[in-house]
């Protein structure tokens, strides 16, 4: 077999290598290992610790450009309290974070939950830091109409839980401002557990708010998503996304290898030459 022929493989095949690896996985997830760090199984046991009835607010904070990391974090955080009929108040401080709430929405309403009762969506509320204190006080003065355009005090699920008092477990998840400093400072008057979901990058600003007992656990990145729903047991986004990188960087690393038995074999071949 001349090995220096793997040199000159044509790049179209490289390219190809490289559109499958990442293709398929992102189609069937294959199921890579994946890490679940002590961050998120805090924040799963958050959860868990919640009892049918209860009520879980969870801020939509991000844009287009941060939902592959941030969204498979909320929709994680969603099944498991679907799965613990847990219910969900939605709201959102960034004007393109309401149709990643309205998904949230649609997998309780599919499942057969009732909107109003089990879950709503009070659309974007302006303000940053501002409407964070505002909402938290008093969710229908601060949001009177939801995403729909209803009375929001016409929902049940408002009128059972119109204040950051009346829930147990709040959830922000964001790229940037409000983010956590915004939530922990506002929610520390209030006797409610708080967990943040942040992109990888932003997720040391966030730790030290752990170490404090300020908030329960940080969910970071698209890593920490994929190990929420290792322990919810249901593979989506996030895991294929895991296992579409893994299976990148190794067809790169099977590409590098071959590179080096290529040129160790025509470097052989060079001295025999000589």
């Known amino acids: 077999m001349n090995l220096t022929r793997l040199g000159n493989i044509n790049p179209y095949i490289i390219y190809a290598l490289m559109f499958f690896g990442i293709l398929i996985p992102l189609i069937t997830p294959l199921g890579f290992p994946?890490?679940?760090?002590?961050?998120?199984?805090?924040?799963?046991?958050?959860?868990?610790?919640?009892?049918?009835?209860?009520?879980?607010?969870?801020?939509?904070?991000?844009?287009?450009?941060?939902?592959?990391?941030?969204?498979?974090?909320?929709r994680a955080m969603a099944l498991q309290a679907l799965k613990k009929n847990v219910?969900?108040?939605?709201?959102?401080?960034?004007?393109?974070?309401?149709?990643?709430?309205?998904?949230?929405?649609?997998?309780?309403?599919?499942?057969?939950?009732?909107?109003?009762?089990?879950?709503?969506?009070?659309?974007?509320?302006?303000?940053?830091?501002?409407?964070?204190?505002?909402?938290?006080?008093?969710?229908?003065?601060?949001?009177?109409?939801?995403?729909?355009?209803?009375?929001?005090?016409?929902?049940?699920l408002v009128k059972a839980t119109n204040n950051a008092n009346k829930v147990q477990l709040v959830g922000s998840f964001g790229t940037g401002k409000p983010g956590p400093l915004e939530w922990v400072r506002q929610l520390a008057q209030y006797k409610v557990k708080y967990a943040a979901g942040v992109t990888t990058s932003m997720a040391p600003q966030a730790y030290p708010y752990v170490q404090a007992?300020?908030?329960?656990?940080?969910?970071?990145?698209?890593?920490?998503?994929?190990?929420?729903?290792?322990l919810i047991k249901d593979p989506g986004p996030a895991t294929k996304g895991m296992d579409a990188q893994s299976m990148g960087h190794l067809v790169m690393i099977v590409l590098v290898l071959l590179g080096n038995i290529a040129y160790w074999a025509e470097r052989g071949q060079r001295g025999k030459g000589a």
């Open 34 to 74: 994946v890490a679940v760090a002590q961050m998120v199984k805090n924040v799963y046991a958050a959860v868990d610790a919640l009892q049918p009835g209860d009520t879980i607010v969870m801020s939509f904070d991000y844009s287009a450009g941060g939902s592959a990391e941030i969204f498979p974090q909320t």
């Open 213 to 230: 007992g300020q908030c329960v656990g940080v969910l970071a990145g698209m890593v920490d998503a994929a190990g929420y729903e290792v």
């Open 87 to 156: 219910k969900i108040v939605c709201i959102a401080f960034s004007d393109q974070g309401v149709p990643f709430a309205d998904q949230i929405v649609d997998i309780y309403v599919s499942a057969g939950k009732k909107y109003g009762e089990d879950i709503v969506n009070l659309g974007y509320l302006t303000g940053a830091e501002t409407g964070i204190a505002a909402f938290l006080a008093d969710f229908a003065k601060a949001v009177p109409k939801d995403a729909t355009g209803k009375d929001t005090l016409s929902f049940p």
